[in-house]
Each structure stands twice: as structure tokens, then as C-alpha cells.
């Protein structure tokens, strides 16, 4: 089956259920700033991915799964600060930083498909 829209990406599923996951683990976060950065960074993920499909060069579309990867990077990070700081558990933060894992190696496997 041809992917004829972004939501047909599977990644791009991954990445709003990813998204999902940190907007409930710090919906009580009193570190607001701490928490609209991570929640924004995790956004901003699926939001390239379809930003991208709807280029409609694969060059564009390209560009864009980078900057997913470096937003998704971003979360990551904050996520390994966020168990230091406190504001989820080490268990937490295992299982999202493993999320986070597989959608970046999805997105490079989308990208190196597409070269």
C-alpha cells in the first residue's frame, strides 16, 4: 500500500502517541517552563513529519524527518534531566526514552528509504 497521506505513517502515529505519553506524565509539573519546552519539543516531532509529507519533494520531506530527529533528540535529553530533577521516575523515564528511541530509528529508516 502506498502512503497516500501522513497519517498512513506509522511513525507519524508513534510520534503522536509519544506525544500523548509526556503531555499525561507532566500534566501536573509545577516546573512550567521545564514542562512547555518538553511538551512543545514532543509536538513539534509528528508535526514535521506531516509538515514534510505535504512538501511534496523528497528532498523537503527529508529536511524535515531531520528536524523531527532533532526535536525528538530534545526530548530525550530533557528527559535524562527530568529523572535527575526529579520530576519522573527512573522507570518513567526508561520507557519513554526507549519510545523515543524507536521513532528516531524509524525516522532514519524513512529517511535512508527515501535516498
Not at 508513534?14 to 519546552?37: E, G
Not at 509529507?53 to 523528497?58: E, H, M, S, V, Y
Amino acid at each position: 500500500m502506498a502512503v497516500k497521506k501522513f497519517e498512513d505513517l506509522i511513525v507519524w502515529r508513534k510520534a503522536q502517541d509519544f506525544s500523548v505519553a509526556i503531555y499525561k506524565n507532566y500534566s501536573n509539573l509545577k516546573d512550567y517552563s521545564f514542562k512547555d519546552q518538553i511538551t512543545k519539543a514532543s509536538v513539534s516531532i509528528s508535526n514535521n513529519i506531516a509538515e514534510g509529507f505535504d512538501r511534496k519533494t523528497n528532498p523537503d520531506f527529508i529536511r524535515f524527518l531531520y528536524f523531527a530527529i532533532s526535536s525528538n533528540s530534545e526530548v530525550r535529553s530533557m528527559l535524562y534531566l527530568s529523572n535527575r530533577l526529579e520530576h519522573i521516575s527512573l522507570s518513567k523515564a526508561k520507557e519513554l526514552i526507549d519510545s523515543s528511541n524507536e521513532i528516531s530509528k524509524m525516522l532514519y529508516g524513512l529517511i535512508n528509504s527515501m535516498k
